[in-house]
């Protein structure tokens, strides 16, 4: 027999949990109160969580704890407290984003089970084997995949793969967006998103929201979803009500039990504008876009009616062995789906002096199972010539063993845990040199002088197809950027590295952990970038074992906290540059080029501020307006090993101008710029 889809629903509180559960879910994911990435829903107490495991554990269903965000190296106690609870509490496995708080979950809860957030951008291959060789034993994967980039991931290996079937869409790759934190404090990979997607940017078309996407449905394409290998459809919305979570989770449910659904109320319960398909089909544009308008409010209202509360299945098989031998006592055993079983005794058995009780009365009396989990399956009744057995003894039996079943079906089985704390190292790594690597964002912007001024330069993987000048004299010098997300074919990727190398280039810069692994693999001494959102000790540990061997620290990092990390390699910062705020696979400039090659284009905001868009391989980087500066603070620079320079469209003048201002350390910070996070510690 085929294994059912896994229906996976959100909860923001116990009481959705419940509602969750009861419409038909076979797991739920919900956020603690700390280092879960819906911060602003109510989210569980410990009280909570302990009620909502028993009580998905009585249904047969399991529960999943989202640990998903990037932790500082503050929080660690915090977190293995959390990690402790979560373990004593039954919880059936933990969802995070941050290399370190797996080490963590490693280190304190050996036998936890770990789920890989779609915050890790998980989007090949490459990722899916890389986190599954870390020890996750199922991947999110990224949202924006088609059906046949899923299916060629789910064919070729053995990790569980999840994908979400309905709701939001972020515009951003998840895990690569800092847009909230650059134009705030509040930060998407901590849990406190501040949807800037969802306000107005106008492009070169019509549309006034050109970062914001219409939600997801896929609940038609169930099936297809199952037979291409998912094993997990998940739901988002821990912060929606329990009317929406009840419909969605019963339309999954109903589709995937009879091929129907309640359509209309699926539709009506909340959109922006519709729904798309547009990812899992490839067919991206336009279409994809959408807001929440007031007609989409108007129509949630009768849904939410009718989807309002969720009653008890009985959906718990459970078969019955009732005897009852005049001058014995009255036995009933009971045993569920998954082996456990139970037995209540009552009086001893009468003879009946009138009618006595036969079968087909007992059977009726034992069938009622209303206000339980349990649908009986199997009866097995055992009786002598003329017994007599009355409701109440029937019932009372029938309600002890039900209840017994629930006491076993609601234990925790104990599991490991081990005492872990976190000791920072005394001895410092000493910084000889600050290094400059500049990170230029095409080809053409190289000169002899910029190659002169920096330690190292950065050229896109794919521009040495273009080269058409002898580097070889600087080969040393030289690495190349992986694309930070690329859909396509990996093989190109290999084979770029492949050329790369026959130039005698040494050095590669990658930025999800399945490209740093092909980098290592090919040979290159790698740059972890700031795409792996390193913002802890144990997650820059993590990073130089999965083969970094120089890491950028999250530009989400306050210089202080930054100072404070334990370094196991060395170590550098984002430390000039437009910080790249998105990266999509859906273009918002409303040019629709589907990432490719295409510059000058610009979103504007309401404010009039403009953000430049960097169109390449297959995907549209978003820049933040103004640059990050720290030329003028040089007793910042020299704490790191390395610097990064990252230009993007500017001339080659200018790069240099800005060069040497760094290196020359100018007093006067230019008239525009910011300074990041890295003189606010992001919530």
Known sequence: MTKKIEILSPAGCLDILINAVN???????????????????????????????????????????????????????????????????????????????????????????????????????????????????????????????????????????????????????????????????????????????????????????????????????????????????????????????????????????????????????????????????????????????????????????????????????????????????LKLTATDIDGNTVQAEGDIVQTANNKPSDKEYIHDKLAKLGGTVYELTNCDI???????????????????????????????????????????????????????????????????????????????????????FDLSPFSGKIAVELPRVYFEDEKKISDALDLAGKFRFTKAMAHTVGRVKMAKENGFEVIGGFGLNIANSLSFEGANELGADMVTLSPELTLSQMRNIVKTSPSGIFAYGKMPVMITRNCPSGTHCKGRDKKGCTITDRKGVSFEISCRDGMSEIYNSLPIYLGDKPEELIRHDFLIMHFTTEDSSDIVKVLKDYKQIKKDPPENFTRGCYRRRVE
């Open 23 to 329: 419409s038909g879910a076979d797991s739920i994911y919900f956020g603690g109160k700390n280092f879960n990435a819906r911060r602003n829903a109510m989210n569980f107490s410990e009280e909570d969580i302990i009620e909502g495991v028993k009580y998905a554990h009585l249904n047969g269903a399991r529960t999943y704890l989202t640990l998903n965000t990037v932790i500082f190296d503050d929080e660690y106690s915090a977190a293995v407290e959390e990690i402790k609870f979560a373990t004593k509490a039954g919880i059936d496995a933990i969802i995070v984003q941050d290399l370190g708080m797996l080490s963590l979950i490693k280190r304190v809860s050996p036998e936890m089970e770990v789920h890989a957030s779609t915050q890790l951008a998980a989007h090949s291959l490459s990722d899916v084997k890389a986190l599954e060789e870390m020890g996750f034993s199922r991947v999110v994967l990224a949202r924006e995949m088609s059906k046949d980039e899923i299916k060629y991931v789910a064919e070729n290996t053995s990790c569980e793969i999840e994908t979400f079937i309905h709701g939001a869409h972020c515009m951003s790759v998840s895990g690569q967006c800092f847009f909230s934190s650059a134009l705030g404090e509040r930060s998407g990979n901590r849990g406190l998103c501040a949807q800037v997607c969802r306000l107005p940017f106008k492009g070169a078309g019509k549309n006034e929201y050109t970062l914001s996407l219409k939600d997801m449905t896929l609940v038609d394409k169930l099936e297809e979803m199952h037979n291409i290998g998912i094993d997990t459809v998940k739901i988002e919305g821990r912060m929606k009500p329990r009317a929406y979570v009840n419909c969605v989770t019963k339309a999954v449910y109903d589709m995937r039990e009879t091929g129907k659904y309640d359509k209309e109320s699926l539709h009506n319960i909340f959109s922006r504008s519709g729904f798309t398909d547009g990812y899992f089909e490839g067919k991206l544009g336009k279409d994809m876009f959408g807001i929440r308008t007031e007609a989409d409010k108007v129509q949630s209202k009768e849904a939410e009616k009718k989807y309002a509360e969720s009653k008890i299945r009985n959906h718990i098989p459970v078969t019955f062995a009732f005897t009852a031998i005049e001058g014995e006592s």
């Open 382 to 468: 055992t009786i002598s010539s003329s017994p007599f057995v009355s409701a109440s003894e029937i019932n009372s039996l029938r309600r002890e063993v039900c209840e017994k079943l629930d006491e076993m079906r609601m234990t925790i089985n104990e599991r490991v845990i081990k005492p872990y704390k976190f000791t920072r190292e005394n001895k410092k790594r000493e910084i000889t040199e600050t290094k400059y690597f500049t990170r230029l964002g095409n080809i053409s912007q190289l000169t002899k002088e910029i190659l002169d001024l920096s330690d190292v330069v950065i050229i896109p993987l794919f521009d040495i197809y273009k080269l058409d």
